[in-house]
T-cell receptor, first 116, second 112 residues
Framework: DSGVTQTPKHLITATGQRVTLRCSPR?????VYWYQQSLDQGLQFLIH???????AKGNILERFSAQQFPDLHSELNLSSLELGDSALYFC???????????????FGPGTRLLVL | GEDVEQSLFLSVREGDSSVINCTYT??????LYWYKQEPGAGLQLLTY?????DMKQDQRLTVLLNKKDKHLSLRIADTQTGDSAIYFC????????????FGSGTRLQVQP
């Protein structure tokens, strides 16, 4: 158990819908990262938040957005869902994420999203 | 840009050593990681190595880093059936964004 929690574990929805994935980082970790794992794209970085502020964006679609709240939990919002958005979405956390040994990222169990 | 490559599949017999290889292109990589993913599960951090090290040993795991060739390997001694999983190599750079760049993963199959 990494200490990172994600809910829900599974999500089935229809095209065009909107969903919210939730992540709670390890106690004391300030950085939260979101990654997408799909069969064709592999593991791809989406977005990074540090202490409530967006730090970096990766291959995140404009239909997707995220935020990190004052209690440091994070939510990833996926809207206008398409079949190709079906994937495993991971959240990871690290102590700081600003360099050095505190970069090490610990992953949650993931949310498996199926868009029908 | 950053790129991390791994071979897709490795099959070994139980009790043998497994060596999983990885190459990366980003010369500013500072930390290199190995993660393990079992079927239907999340990513478990196995070990990591800082770029100024050549080797790191942790119980049955040995990580070797050749910075000149940008080559990383993970050796698992006395491989067990429970080691069957997908192993991902990942790197993080000291410049730009602080996000992991992953390889495509190596599926390790351990034959009893």
């Amino acid at each position: 158990d990494s200490g990172v929690t994600q809910t829900p574990k599974h999500l089935i929805t229809a095209t065009g819908q909107r969903v919210t994935l939730r992540c709670s980082p390890r106690s004391g970790d300030l950085s939260v990262y979101w990654y997408q794992q799909s069969l064709d794209q592999g593991l791809q970085f989406l977005i990074h938040y540090y202490n409530g502020e967006e730090r970096a964006k990766g291959n995140i679609l404009e239909r997707f957005s995220a935020q990190q709240f004052p209690d440091l939990h994070s939510e990833l919002n996926l809207s206008s869902l398409e079949l190709g958005d079906s994937a495993l979405y991971f959240c990871a956390s690290s102590v700081r994420g600003l360099g050095g040994d505190q970069e090490t990222q610990y992953f949650g169990p993931g949310t498996r999203l199926l868009v029908l | 840009g950053e790129d991390v490559e791994q071979s897709l599949f490795l099959s070994v017999r139980e009790g043998d050593s497994s060596v999983i290889n990885c190459t990366y292109t980003d010369s500013s990589s500072t930390y290199l990681y190995w993660y393990k993913q079992e079927p239907g599960a999340g990513l478990q951090l196995l070990t990591y190595i800082f770029s100024n090290m050549d080797m790191k040993q942790d119980q049955r795991l040995t990580v070797l880093l050749n910075k000149k060739d940008k080559h990383l390997s993970l050796r698992i001694a006395d491989t067990q059936t429970g080691d069957s999983a997908i192993y991902f190599c990942a790197e993080i750079s000291d410049t730009g964004r602080r996000a992991l760049t992953f390889g495509s993963g190596t599926r390790l199959q351990v034959q009893p």
